[in-house]
């Protein structure tokens, strides 16, 4: 199971941190953060992997997120700084199980198995 929390409003160049916490399911392979805006395809935002910490970012998110993982607590979490209002979606935490694409790969693709519920946020003045 995967519970995100830490969604919610903001206004333009404000922050958040979202917050993945993974119960009964801790030998995960990499576990990252996906969003979906009304009427858009999902994106990959970031990824990260629980052995090496390898990461990916999308270019639209580089600079102004980062992604960290606790591998005591089983939990990640995306620091998101800078918001933009093209920032608000939905936003879900993901995991993969099987090494079989790169973490790179796998956010990009989507090419996930387990996801959680989401969680909103907004970005508006």
């Known amino acids: 199971q995967l519970a995100e929390s830490g969604g919610g409003s903001v206004q333009p160049g404000g922050s958040l941190r979202l917050s993945c916490a993974a119960s009964?399911?801790?030998?995960?392979?990499?576990i990252g953060w996906f969003r979906q805006a009304p009427g858009k395809e999902r994106e990959g935002v970031s990824c990260i992997s629980r052995s090496d910490g390898s990461t990916y970012y999308a270019d639209s998110v580089k600079g102004r997120f980062t992604i960290s993982r606790d591998n005591v607590k089983n939990t990640v979490y995306l620091q998101m700084n800078s918001l933009k209002p093209e920032d608000t979606a939905v936003y879900y935490c993901?995991?993969?199980?099987?090494?079989?694409?790169?973490?790179?790969?796998?956010?990009?693709?989507?090419?996930?198995?387990?996801w959680g519920q989401g969680t909103q946020v907004t970005v508006s003045s």
């Open positions: 009964g399911f801790t030998d995960y392979y990499a």
């Open positions: 993901a995991a993969e199980s099987l090494p079989v694409l790169s973490v790179q790969a796998m956010c990009r693709l989507g090419v996930v198995g387990y």
